[in-house]
Nanobody
């Protein structure tokens, strides 16, 4: 059975940086969208960034564009999220998702992603 395992979360002060990793094992995907979502307490899970493996196209939510960078190491089958200039409102559990289509990458809507990790906590203090 396949697994997506996130790591790299933690606590930082506002303005700091973190890099999240998502290690993929047991899945064999054709070109697909891999993405990061986040969920803050009492809020809906929202899409943060997507990476379409069919050509490397990236997609970002407006709230993180210019601060976050999504990338993928093909040989290691690992997805990354570099988060810079973190803000308290970035505090959430961050989830890795995979198996989406190119369209789902552009929409970053959770229901179009069949495979999920367990999440990693990111806390940003002011």
């Amino acid at each position: 059975q396949g697994q997506l395992v996130e790591s790299g979360g933690g606590s930082v002060q506002a303005g700091g940086s973190l890099r999240l990793s998502c290690s993929v094992s047991g899945y064999t995907y054709d070109s697909n969208c891999m993405a990061w979502f986040r969920q803050a307490p009492g809020k809906e899970r929202e899409g943060v960034a997507g990476f379409y493996t069919g050509g490397g196209t990236t997609y970002y939510a407006d709230s993180v564009r210019g601060r976050f960078t999504i990338s993928r190491h093909n040989a290691e089958n690992t997805l990354y999220l570099q988060m810079n200039n973190l803000k308290p409102e970035d505090t959430a559990i961050y989830y890795c998702a995979a198996g989406g289509s190119r369209w789902s990458c552009s929409q970053l809507t959770r229901q179009w992603f069949p495979d999920w990790g367990q999440g990693t906590q990111v806390t940003v203090s002011s």
